[in-house]
Nanobody
Framework: VQLQACGGGLVQAGGSLRLSCAAS????????MGWYRQAPGKERELVAT???????NYADSVQGRCTISFDSAKKTVDLQMNSLKREDTAVYYC????????????????WGQGTLVTVSS
């Protein structure tokens, strides 16, 4: 299973970015996909997750500014980020919680390589 993320970059405060992540490989079923981030010197933290049924969960820090969406057919998860702040600067990681091989396989977490988002003042 591979997660390929893209969409990071440099943006001014108040601007917008859209992150995308595509899952590929041996995937039987996806339970949840989401985005986490890690700022310099800090631990990795949840940004937003979405279940295959469309239930979403957002960190308080991004609530109202970010929208997560999931395309089950394409196995992609997008994160639309608006009104970006300097404190949103971090490496953003895509995550998938899925079964790789049939119902007998265990649910596992997979991580993408990370994409850097830098918000300047």
């Amino acid at each position: 299973v591979q997660l390929q993320a893209c969409g990071g970059g440099l943006v001014q405060a108040g601007g917008s970015l859209r992150l995308s992540c595509a899952a590929s490989g041996s995937i039987f079923s996806i339970n949840t996909m989401g985005w986490y981030r890690q700022a310099p010197g800090k631990e990795r933290e949840l940004v937003a997750t979405i279940t295959s049924g469309g239930n979403t969960n957002y960190a308080d820090s991004v609530q109202g500014r970010c929208t997560i969406s999931f395309d089950s057919a394409k196995k992609t998860v997008d994160l639309q980020m608006n009104s970006l702040k300097r404190e949103d600067t971090a490496v953003y990681y895509c995550n998938a919680h899925l079964r790789p091989n049939g119902w007998g396989s265990q649910l596992r977490h997979y991580w993408g390589q990370g994409t850097l988002v830098t918000v300047s003042s």
